[in-house]
């Protein structure tokens, strides 16, 4: 019953649920998820650690990249649970709609190479 109710309060944070909701749509690095989310670092990296500690994110490196997801076994349960009740609810917010908005530029700018660069200087 604790590890239901981890995972439960980790999704009941608004940022932690955009992140979710952005992971569920490609896999991102901290300073993706800055520049889509408009967050300072210390922000995002302490919503990644909730998420992480209730198992509903994951990590791996590539290169000097740490890069998040959403583990394959659980994107078939957090999938549906976002497109049956949570797109209802805020996928006509304007919220969510942004950050839709801002992946696409962000992959565009191609973030992680340009200004990923420049916060590790």
Same mark, same amino acid.
């Given at each position: 019953?604790?590890?239901?109710?981890?995972?439960?309060?980790?999704?009941?944070?608004?940022?932690?649920?955009?992140? =979710?909701?952005?992971?569920?749509?490609?896999?991102?690095?901290?300073?993706?998820?800055?520049?889509?989310? &408009?967050?300072? $670092?210390?922000?995002?990296?302490? $919503?990644?650690?909730?998420?992480?500690?209730?198992?509903? =994110?994951?990590?791996?490196?590539?290169?000097?990249?740490?890069?998040?997801?959403?583990?394959?076994?659980?994107?078939?349960?957090?999938?549906?649970?976002? &497109?049956?009740?949570?797109?209802?609810?805020?996928?006509?917010? $304007?919220?969510?709609?942004?950050?839709?908005? &801002?992946?696409?530029?962000?992959?565009?700018?191609?973030?992680?190479?340009?200004?990923?660069?420049? &916060?590790?200087?």
């Amino acid at each position: 019953m604790k590890e239901i109710i981890k995972v439960f309060k980790a999704l009941s944070d608004p940022t932690r649920l955009r992140i =979710v909701r952005l992971l569920l749509e490609r896999d991102l690095c901290v300073c993706e998820l800055m520049y889509i989310l &408009n967050m300072e $670092q210390s922000r995002i990296s302490h $919503q990644l650690r909730i998420l992480r500690d209730a198992d509903l =994110v994951a990590d791996t490196r590539d290169g000097k990249w740490i890069i998040y997801r959403i583990p394959d076994s659980l994107r078939k349960t957090l999938m549906p649970l976002i &497109n049956l009740y949570l797109k209802e609810k805020i996928g006509g917010s $304007q919220e969510i709609l942004s950050d839709i908005k &801002n992946l696409r530029l962000c992959l565009k700018e191609d973030v992680r190479k340009t200004r990923g660069n420049r &916060n590790r200087d």
